[in-house]
């Protein structure tokens, strides 16, 4: 190693055994420092101590006293002591707990808070102070802080503070702002423009609408402080009249009085409605609410509704309904000119009149008198009236009347129109006559045929009784042709008795007592099958329980018993079904009879309803039966038709009404 490295690293070894000197240096002053400092640490706790002690008895009146929470923490914010009330706020059980207050603050809210405790130390004060916390029983609240330090001889020692619970003022608060911007919100949307003065006639508030309306080419905010003289002098080119637009602001600006429905007509054509409020307090102007709104569709429907009013009053006075409305005390008050026209006086005889007096015959007038309460009640009908006209003619007439209303609602008298129906009435009773004349011509015709089936059937039986003693008396002594013809002589008398009793029965159908019963359809085609013949080859079958129906259970139990007959009459097949059924058409039962016979050519379905009218030209057909069976139906308000093919057989359908 040369001399030259020895030289260099002895310095280095130099440099380091002063820099250890140095350290050992800086070490030993540093312990010295915090010995002084742990001592003067806790003679300062002991300071604290005593301090707080000389402190209690000045402090004890100021504790009784504040009615505020009233809390002092040492400077890491343990609590130290505080009063009732911060132990109620802060949910605590004594004024002594060993807590540090830090630990109520909402998460959020701690590095605001311990900003604000340096703030505390360091200027010594923080006032205004506003957190959330929870509280030791888990209330979240907002507290109002003001708070100071507590000095010893210029050494800070505690802190100590007020504490407001303001969680409801908060409510408020938030309540109150939410409730102004609702209220900005409106007035900004609303569809009149607004202006808000303050007492010296400076705009405070106004809305989009307000300049839409007046074609301003600013924001509601640029308005805000200006002078509304000024505003009104400038829009004044904007009205067809300029002067009459400023001096009515002025005056009435300087009247102070409400003023509403003003309305302003703009040089564009639009009309403008102009309201003016004066907001006084204590008989003191503390400003001036105006609003504008465009009124121009409105003035434009008026006109419009204006021309259909008396568009239809001339459709009114000229149709042919009479109209005339009354007061509460049936004075006429209008007429229009059919009603003139139906009673024969002019509108000035009728004015002022009293309906009931003038216009109905004598028999009549309590009836009118009657119907003029009804509408006083609100009532509205309709109902006939026979009335003199001037010329003396008993005219009839139908009247519908109903109450007529003023804008409140209230009855203020009726309207009446009313229909001259006495062709109409006199046709009615034509009808009437007619119809009482053919109810008697029917009674008679019913009486006429029992006496023409009597007549009948008189002579029938004595030719009856003739033949049969004519083959008593030659008895073995006439040849079988002889005997043959009398046989076709006895049918053919016992066909013509039996198409006299089926005439006689269908002329009888209405005309006898039709008085109607509650019937079971089921229990009485049950009995009917136990008293009709039915071949062994044939089965009927019910389908479903058929129904119960107010009907005459004598005509019913007909109307089954030819159907069920027909059909087993019928039958060609060497097994017979015949099937009932029945179902609900709400107002109506469908009754459908079926059976696997004949059949019917369609040719012939409209014709077999037909009196005299029968398919197969048998011995006991009189072609009456579903004749009486058509009758019988329609007596019951319902329906009969068929659907049959021939060889595969007939399906009767029929209705009847339930009630």
Same mark, same amino acid.
């Given at each position: 190693?040369?001399?030259?490295?020895?030289?260099?690293?002895?310095?280095?070894?130099?440099?380091?055994?002063?820099?250890?000197?140095?350290?050992?240096?800086?070490?030993?002053? #540093?312990?010295?420092?915090?010995?002084?400092?742990?001592?003067?640490?806790?003679?300062?706790?002991? =300071?604290?101590?005593?301090?707080?002690?000389?402190?209690?008895?000045?402090?004890?009146?100021?504790?009784?006293?504040?009615?505020?929470?009233?809390?002092?923490?040492?400077?890491?914010?343990?609590?130290?002591?505080?009063?009732?009330?911060?132990?109620?706020?802060?949910?605590?059980?004594?004024?002594?707990?060993?807590?540090?207050?830090?630990?109520?603050?909402? @998460?959020?809210?701690?590095?605001?808070?311990?900003?604000?405790?340096?703030?505390?130390?360091?200027?010594?004060?923080?006032?205004?102070?506003?957190?959330?916390?929870?509280?030791?029983?888990?209330?979240?609240?907002?507290?109002?802080? &003001?708070?100071?330090?507590?000095? =010893?001889?210029?050494?800070?020692?505690?802190?100590?503070?007020?504490?407001?619970?303001?969680?409801?003022?908060?409510?408020?608060?938030?309540?109150?702002?939410?409730?102004?911007?609702?209220?900005?919100?409106?007035?900004?949307?609303?569809?009149?423009?607004?202006?808000?003065?303050?007492?010296?006639?400076?705009?405070?508030?106004?809305?989009? #609408?307000?300049?839409?309306?007046?074609?301003?080419?600013?924001?509601?905010?640029?308005?805000?402080?200006?002078?509304?003289?000024?505003?009104?002098?400038?829009?004044?080119?904007?009205?067809?009249?300029?002067?009459?637009?400023?001096?009515?602001?002025?005056?009435?600006?300087?009247?102070?009085?409400?003023?509403?429905?003003?309305?302003?007509?703009?040089?564009?054509? &639009?009309?403008?409605?102009?309201?003016?409020?004066?907001?006084?307090?204590?008989?003191?102007?503390?400003?001036?609410?105006?609003?504008?709104?465009?009124?121009? +569709?409105?003035?434009?429907?008026?006109?419009?509704?204006?021309?259909?009013?008396?568009?239809?009053?001339?459709?009114?006075?000229?149709?042919?309904?009479?109209?005339?409305?009354? =007061?509460?005390?049936?004075?006429?008050?209008?007429?229009?000119?059919?009603?003139?026209?139906?009673?024969?006086?002019?509108? *000035?005889?009728?004015?002022?009149?009293?309906?009931?007096?003038?216009?109905?015959?004598?028999?009549?007038?309590?009836?009118?008198?009657?119907?003029?309460?009804?509408?006083?009640?609100?009532?509205?009908?309709?109902?006939?009236?026979?009335?003199?006209?001037?010329?003396?003619?008993?005219?009839?007439?139908?009247?519908?009347?109903?109450?007529?209303?003023?804008? &409140?609602?209230?009855?203020? !008298?009726?309207?009446?129109?009313?229909? =001259?129906?006495?062709?109409?009435?006199?046709?009615?009773?034509?009808?009437?006559?007619?119809?009482?004349?053919?109810?008697?011509?029917?009674?008679?015709?019913?009486?006429?045929?029992?006496?023409?089936?009597?007549?009948?059937?008189? @002579? +029938?039986?004595?030719?009856?009784?003739?033949?049969?003693?004519?083959?008593?008396?030659?008895?073995?002594?006439?040849?079988?042709?002889?005997?043959?013809?009398?046989?076709?002589?006895?049918?053919?008398?016992?066909?013509?008795?039996?198409?006299?009793?089926?005439?006689?029965?269908?002329?009888?159908?209405?005309?006898? &007592?039709?008085? #109607?019963?509650?019937?079971?359809?089921?229990?009485?085609?049950?009995?009917?099958?136990?008293?009709?013949?039915?071949?062994?080859?044939?089965?009927?079958?019910?389908?479903?329980?058929?129904?119960?129906?107010?009907?005459?259970?004598?005509?019913?139990?007909?109307?089954?018993?030819?159907?069920?007959?027909?059909?087993? *009459?019928?039958?060609?097949?060497? *097994?017979?079904?015949?099937?009932?059924?029945?179902?609900?058409?709400?107002?109506?039962?469908?009754?459908?009879?079926?059976?696997?016979?004949?059949?019917?050519?369609?040719?012939?379905?409209?014709?077999?309803?037909?009196?005299?009218?029968?398919?197969?030209?048998?011995?006991?057909?009189?072609?009456?039966?579903?004749?009486?069976?058509?009758?019988?139906?329609?007596?019951?308000? !319902?329906?009969?038709?068929?659907?049959?093919?021939?060889?595969? !057989?007939?399906?009767?359908?029929?209705?009847?009404?339930?009630?």
């Amino acid at each position: 190693m040369s001399q030259e490295q020895i030289d260099i690293l002895q310095r280095a070894l130099n440099r380091e055994k002063a820099a250890r000197k140095a350290a050992e240096k800086i070490l030993e002053d #540093k312990s010295r420092e915090l010995y002084i400092s742990n001592t003067k640490l806790e003679q300062l706790n002991k =300071d604290l101590e005593s301090l707080l002690t000389r402190k209690d008895s000045q402090l004890q009146g100021v504790f009784e006293n504040i009615v505020d929470a009233y809390v002092i923490i040492d400077l890491e914010g343990n609590i130290m002591k505080m009063n009732d009330a911060a132990v109620a706020l802060l949910g605590f059980k004594s004024a002594y707990e060993d807590f540090n207050l830090i630990k109520l603050v909402q @998460p959020q809210e701690n590095e605001r808070v311990l900003k604000s405790f340096k703030e505390l130390l360091d200027k010594g004060s923080i006032t205004n102070f506003h957190v959330n916390i929870i509280t030791n029983k888990q209330e979240a609240k907002i507290v109002h802080i &003001n708070a100071s330090i507590i000095y =010893d001889q210029g050494i800070p020692v505690a802190a100590q503070g007020i504490v407001r619970d303001i969680t409801k003022q908060k409510e408020d608060e938030e309540h109150l702002i939410e409730s102004e911007n609702r209220l900005a919100t409106l007035i900004l949307n609303l569809d009149s423009g607004v202006v808000l003065e303050d007492e010296n006639r400076k705009i405070v508030l106004t809305n989009k #609408k307000f300049t839409e309306l007046f074609n301003l080419d600013m924001t509601p905010d640029d308005l805000k402080g200006m002078d509304c003289r000024v505003a009104s002098e400038q829009n004044s080119i904007l009205f067809k009249n300029q002067e009459a637009f400023i001096k009515r602001m002025s005056d009435i600006n300087e009247k102070k009085e409400t003023v509403l429905g003003d309305e302003l007509e703009m040089v564009n054509g &639009n009309i403008l409605e102009r309201n003016y409020i004066p907001i006084v307090q204590g008989g003191i102007a503390k400003g001036y609410l105006w609003t504008f709104k465009d009124v121009t +569709l409105n003035r434009t429907y008026r006109k419009s509704l204006e021309a259909e009013r008396l568009k239809y009053y001339n459709i009114i006075s000229n149709m042919n309904l009479g109209l005339v409305e009354v =007061d509460l005390d049936d004075k006429i008050l209008m007429v229009n000119q059919s009603f003139i026209t139906m009673t024969g006086y002019s509108e *000035k005889e009728l004015i002022g009149i009293k309906g009931k007096d003038l216009l109905p015959v004598i028999e009549d007038k309590g009836l009118l008198k009657e119907k003029v309460e009804d509408r006083k009640k609100g009532k509205t009908e309709s109902y006939e009236l026979r009335i003199k006209n001037k010329h003396g003619d008993i005219r009839y007439w139908l009247v519908s009347g109903a109450p007529n209303y003023d804008l &409140n609602g209230n009855i203020i !008298g009726s309207i009446g129109i009313n229909f =001259d129906i006495t062709e109409f009435k006199n046709l009615q009773l034509q009808k009437e006559n007619l119809l009482k004349k053919l109810e008697k011509s029917n009674d008679e015709l019913h009486e006429y045929a029992h006496v023409v089936s009597h007549d009948l059937k008189s @002579p +029938l039986r004595s030719i009856n009784a003739l033949v049969s003693w004519l083959k008593t008396d030659n008895e073995n002594k006439l040849d079988d042709a002889s005997l043959q013809n009398f046989a076709l002589i006895e049918a053919t008398l016992e066909k013509m008795e039996q198409l006299i009793t089926d005439v006689l029965e269908y002329s009888s159908i209405g005309a006898e &007592n039709t008085e #109607k019963e509650t019937v079971n359809i089921h229990a009485m085609v049950n009995d009917l099958l136990k008293i009709v013949y039915v071949p062994e080859h044939v089965n009927v079958t019910i389908l479903n329980t058929l129904p119960t129906i107010n009907g005459n259970k004598i005509k019913l139990q007909q109307l089954f018993q030819n159907l069920i007959s027909n059909a087993i *009459k019928f039958i060609d097949k060497e *097994k017979g079904i015949i099937t009932i059924k029945a179902e609900d058409l709400n107002t109506h039962y469908k009754f459908s009879i079926s059976d696997n016979g004949i059949g019917i050519d369609k040719k012939f379905h409209d014709k077999i309803f037909k009196i005299f009218h029968a398919l197969n030209k048998s011995k006991d057909s009189t072609g009456i039966g579903l004749s009486i069976v058509k009758k019988i139906i329609e007596l019951h308000q !319902g329906e009969i038709w068929l659907d049959s093919e021939p060889t595969i !057989g007939t399906t009767f359908h029929f209705t009847l009404k339930k009630q």
